[in-house]
């Protein structure tokens, strides 16, 4: 089984934005299969240049859409794929040190 987590986590002005309200939508479909767009986030630099998005749950697919304003807005969240052999897999915490695959160190790109 195979599925995809998606999850935004914060919307900001980046540089060069100017001090005007930007407003950023979510756009995606209903249950009827109709496009809807709702507003998530009214940013402007000198009152409120980032908003957390951390509470939100959307079911993907979704498009982000700058409605007004002319930005640049920055979008940041994380994006998971897992992958299972077995849809009725349980995850079982009884497992000892010993099984543990010991993992190699992450090392820095090479420039």
Known sequence: MEFTISAPTQ???TDGAKDE???VEVVGRN????EIA?????LK????????????KL???????????SGPV???GWHRIMHREDASFEEDDDF??????????IMPAKK
């Open 11 to 13: 919307v900001c002005l």
């Open 21 to 23: 309200c930007n407003v």
């Open 38 to 42: 709702v507003p998530v986030a009214n």
């Open 96 to 105: 000892s040190e010993e099984e543990e695959e010991e993992l190699a160190p």
């Open 59 to 69: 079911q993907p697919p979704v498009t982000f859409r700058l409605a007004a304003g």
């Open 31 to 34: 249950h009827e299969n109709q």
């Open 45 to 56: 630099l000198s009152c409120q240049p980032l908003l957390s998005l951390d509470n939100f």
């Open 74 to 76: 920055h979008l940041s």
